[in-house]
């Protein structure tokens, strides 16, 4: 069996974060996709105000690095959701309904003291498998 060729995900406009931070939005291998945690910050650096806004904008993130992969929110497998406050949980479902309204992927959410920034409220990371959604 031959193994899979890594490909690196990096959509235009994340060249600094690459180098900054040293990672990649995404790895493709094979039809498998990880996409590294998605946060509320817009493609100016700007962090959204408070947990809907930041949802809101992390799904979009989510979202484009899983275009730029050929992928789509339909091809989520397993979906990881960090929490700096869990009494919030009900206005992140209320987002992530919009963005995932059926066929949901597994799901843990996790509750954590602070992320890498400390105005982030929340952060999302996924697995994907190209072409297994509603829409392949």
Known sequence: MEPSKKTLIN???????????????AVCAGS???VSGQVG???NGNVAE???????A???NLQHVLAEAGAGLDDIVELVT??????????????KAGFIPENFPAWT????????????????????????????
């Open 11 to 25: 959509p235009p406009g994340t060249e600094k974060i690459y180098q900054r931070m040293q990672f990649s939005q």
């Open 32 to 34: 498998m996709v990880w």
């Open 41 to 43: 910050i817009d493609e």
């Open 50 to 56: 408070g947990i809907e806004a930041q949802a809101q």
């Open 58 to 60: 992390a799904f979009a």
């Open 82 to 95: 960090y929490h700096t406050s869990m009494k919030e949980i009900g206005k992140f479902l209320k987002v």
């Open 109 to 136: 959410a996790v509750g954590v003291t602070e992320l890498v920034m400390p105005e982030l409220l929340c952060e999302i990371r996924a697995t994907a498998v190209l072409k297994s959604g509603t829409g392949a």
